[in-house]
């Protein structure tokens, strides 16, 4: 397996958010990558805040013990999510549903800052469309009456993820900041309604892909202060990393390909995403 190449940052006091790395992936671990490791190494490479996301009961737990167990490890805020990804819509029932609630009214606890991964997946289809959009719909019912932000996940599903959102905005059902649009492979036009409804956009390693036209559009069509970065670790290496295991260490090389695109300096759309991140998240310093 080729070397790495490490992001080596030249000021000390640039920071990135990595807003979305499944941090407790078995995959980290079958390539060496302990949370010691993947922490410090994000830490050399300026990344000070970290959320980890969920996908099912079981990963929102291993979630949260990941942040009880290595929050503030070299100097890494960490912070997560509970949620059921629409793969795993299948599996929701009401006991799953009162542990997302419990977990949410326990927030501050567990350093809780959103509901997901929800959304609607139809490249997949692991689990029945129509069970998709009702676990889809409930889960946005519990974000409204919790008062979190969303983690949307959308492939393949645009028309339908915003006929259910444009629903629920409608009639006042979403938060003014409702969410990020995570890992956002929508057409500029679809990710234009998003960013209408108050949304932040998420951008990960295809960005830097050579042969993606779209998503730098995307980005360069998304307003900046709705931009927020992401590895989704370990999936999504970008480049010049591409094919090796995905960590948050890598999360400033999407930076910096948001950088070209907008025609700013890196060290600007890395304070600019920063503080998106943390509004995003509702985090303050201190």
């Known amino acids: 397996m080729r070397e790495a190449r490490h992001y080596e940052p030249t000021d000390s006091s640039v920071r990135f958010f990595d807003t979305h790395a499944h941090l407790y992936d078995g995959r980290l671990i079958e390539v060496g990558f302990d949370p010691d490791k993947v922490l410090s190494l994000s830490a050399k490479a300026g ?27 070299f ?47 139809y490249y997949y289809d692991l689990s029945e469309r129509s069970v998709q959009r009702e676990v889809f719909i409930r889960q946005l019912e519990i974000a ?12 393949d599903a645009t028309g339908d993820c915003l006929d259910i959102l444009k629903s629920f905005y409608s009639r006042g059902a979403l938060r003014k900041s409702p969410g990020v649009c995570h890992c956002c492979s929508m057409s500029k036009e679809a990710a234009a309604e998003m960013v209408k409804m108050g949304f932040f956009i998420g951008f990960d390693g295809p960005i830097t892909f050579k042969n993606n036209k779209k998503t730098p559009e995307v980005c360069l069509d998304t307003p900046l202060d709705r931009i927020v970065i992401e590895t989704d670790s ?23 390909r948001i950088a070209e695109i907008k025609g700013m300096p890196l060290e600007e759309i890395a304070r600019v995403t920063y503080d998106n991140g943390c509004k995003l998240y509702e985090i303050t310093e201190g």
């Open 144 to 155: 409204k009456e919790c008062d979190i932000p969303i983690i949307l996940h959308e492939r």
């Open 234 to 256: 370990p999936y999504l290496t970008p480049e010049p990393n591409r094919g090796l295991t995905n960590n948050p260490e890598f999360v400033p090389y999407v930076c910096s």
């Open 75 to 121: 100097g890494v805020e960490l912070y997560c999510s509970v949620g059921v990804h629409p793969h795993e819509a299948k599996t929701y029932t009401s006991d799953v549903e009162a542990f997302l609630i419990t977990s949410l009214d326990n927030r501050d606890k567990h350093k809780i800052r959103a509901l997901g991964e929800i959304g609607l997946d």
């Open 47 to 73: 990344v000070t805040r970290i959320l980890i996301p969920a996908d099912s009961e079981e990963s929102s737990r291993q979630a949260m013990d990941y942040v009880a167990s290595h929050d503030g490890s």
